[in-house]
């Protein structure tokens, strides 16, 4: 069965560093990207970005790029996603992703964590 | 970025109604559009990927169509269960985009 297992909420204050994880099993990690999306209070969806952990590969939003950092551990088929400096704007439920593709068809999410709670707040 | 736009943003419904939404991508998208349930404090749910292919285990009332840049979701029959939000979402080009969500509310 494939799981997503993603980490605990987070509190943390403005400018504090963070990196959250999402372990998969379930399936061989390193054939299929993973995306990570962000939720914002009472918002919808926005897709950040993808990595291939075969080979680390990774794709950014426009949106966000720059400002985190997705990357994997394949010997523990884990991705992770980081900032550096965080802001109140930051605040969001982080939902990883398993990113799966049908020729002709495209790609889609077929499997999700249940998301990571981060507040960020001073 | 392609944008998508979902119609509408809200929907009041009931149980046993034909439930129709619509999402328009900014350009040409194929059938490289998903659909996707998501209730709060759950993950999202895939129901629908390349524009009308089901996913295992969702119910049948769910039917995606469309191709190009005009997309329709179509719940035939409402079940109490399916009281949520749904998002369109395109895969032609990075980044995939999500609509701006549809939430169906209790009549």
Redesign the interface.
């Given at each position: 069965e494939v799981q997503l297992v993603q980490s605990g909420a987070e509190v943390k204050k403005p400018g504090e560093s963070l990196k959250i994880s999402c372990k998969a099993s379930g399936y061989t990690f390193t054939r299929n990207w993973i995306g990570w999306v962000r939720q914002m209070p009472g918002k919808g969806l926005e897709w950040m970005g993808i990595i291939f952990p075969g080979d680390s590969d990774t794709r950014y939003s426009p949106s966000f790029q720059g400002q985190v950092t997705i990357s994997a551990d394949k010997s523990i088929s884990t991705a992770y996603l980081q900032w550096s400096s965080l802001k109140a704007s930051d605040t969001a439920l982080y939902y990883c992703a398993r990113l799966s593709s049908s020729s002709g068809q495209g790609d889609y999410f077929d499997y999700w964590g249940r998301g990571t709670l981060v507040t960020v707040s001073s | 970025?392609i944008q998508m736009t979902q119609s509408p943003s809200s929907l009041s419904v009931s149980v046993g109604d034909r439930v129709t939404i619509t999402c328009r991508a900014s350009q040409g998208i194929?059938?490289?559009?998903?659909w996707?349930q998501?209730k709060p404090g759950?993950?999202?749910?895939?129901l629908i990927?390349?524009?009308s292919?089901l996913?295992s285990g969702v119910p049948a009332r769910f039917r995606g169509s469309g191709s190009g840049t005009d997309f329709t979701l179509t719940i035939s029959s409402l079940q109490p269960e399916d009281f949520a939000?749904y998002?369109c979402?395109q895969?032609?080009s990075?980044?995939?985009?999500?609509?701006?969500?549809t939430k169906l509310e209790m009549k």
């Open positions: - | 970025d194929s059938t490289y559009l998903n996707y998501h759950k993950a999202p749910n895939l990927y390349g524009g292919s996913q939000t998002y979402q895969s032609y990075i980044p995939h985009t999500f609509g701006q969500g």
